[in-house]
């Protein structure tokens, strides 16, 4: 094909005058389509009671606090696509029914809401309480910060719930601060709820600045485990009242007595075989 420019002698370049097939690659820098989130599936394995009171014990401080809870023999667990992320107790000092969540591994925030839903929904608690942790080190007050030795117990109550024991010494937890956890999905959960359900949150102190959430699902993901200075413990004259105030939320009297037992450290039980599949364990 020539040009019809008198001045130009020779025949246009190609690309000049016709596309290129370059232009049918992909362009890296083009932004894909938005793909619809893959389903989250949560299976409860089991037969947990329903309409009886939930005490939900969570990460780091669920599985410090199942160590030495007495809880028995798991009896039912909670999955998220396959990987079990929840445990299931009845111990034979409390009418609720025990929650050990995420112990083992954390769940991504897009699995938080669907967990917590799941598990409300199938269970139709009558009331909560909850144990996790807070940040020390990041914790914003007015007040001077204590160390993690000497920091207090905190809590977070919808309305209407009971506030702990005043035996516990316990503080509000209180704004600017936030909770980024699947114990907040609970608490937003249980707030949202018609008719609305009692429960109340109990934050051990924590020398451990929040973990991030995984960006996927993983069968163990604890962190800082590698390092015991890195782990937090609490004493049995913490754990022992904490425990007692749980039950007292959720309107039970206990002389419970909180013991220590096989060491400090998180340690994935040896699996064996049991009625509640691969996985089930003693605490």
């Known amino acids: 094909m020539f040009s019809d420019d008198p001045l130009q002698d020779s025949a246009a370049p190609r690309y000049a005058i016709e596309s290129d097939d370059e232009e049918d690659e992909q ?3 083009r932004i894909p389509s938005a793909q619809p989130p893959a ?4 299976r ?26 007495d809880l028995g023999e798991q009896t039912g667990a909670v999955f998220v696509d396959k990987i079990q992320v929840g445990l299931l107790f009845q111990p034979s000092w409390t009418q609720s029914t025990v929650l050990v969540s995420e112990a083992f591994t954390l769940l991504p925030l ?32 007015p007040a001077p910060t204590a160390g993690p030795d000497s920091a207090p117990v905190r809590f977070l109550a919808l309305p209407s719930s009971p506030a702990p024991p005043p035996s516990l010494h316990a503080q509000p937890f209180q704004p600017p601060n936030l909770l980024q956890s699947t114990t907040a999905a609970f608490l937003l959960l249980l707030r949202l709820q018609d008719p609305p359900v009692k429960a109340t949150l109990l934050l051990l102190p924590s020398r451990q600045l929040p973990a991030p959430p995984p960006k ?4 163990t993901h604890i962190p800082g485990g590698g ?12 754990l022992t009242p904490v425990t007692r105030a749980l039950l007292s939320i959720i309107g039970e009297e206990s002389s419970f007595e909180w013991k220590a037992k096989g060491g ?3 340690v994935p039980a040896p699996q064996r075989r049991s009625e509640v599949g691969e996985g089930g364990m003693y605490l």
């Open 227 to 238: 390092s015991p200075d890195h782990e937090d413990a609490w004493a049995a004259d913490t």
């Open 27 to 29: 362009n890296p820098l």
């Open 44 to 69: 409860i394995v089991g037969d947990p009671p329903q309409d009886a009171p939930l005490l939900v014990a969570s990460a780091r401080a669920g599985a410090v606090w199942a160590r030495g809870a």
């Open 110 to 141: 897009s699995h938080m809401h669907p967990y917590a839903s799941h598990i409300l929904s199938t269970l139709r608690p009558t009331s909560v309480s909850l144990l996790d942790t807070y940040s020390v080190a990041s914790y914003a007050s």
């Open 216 to 219: 996927t699902l993983l069968p």
């Open 39 to 42: 389903p989250i599936a949560v």
């Open 264 to 266: 400090d450290r998180i």
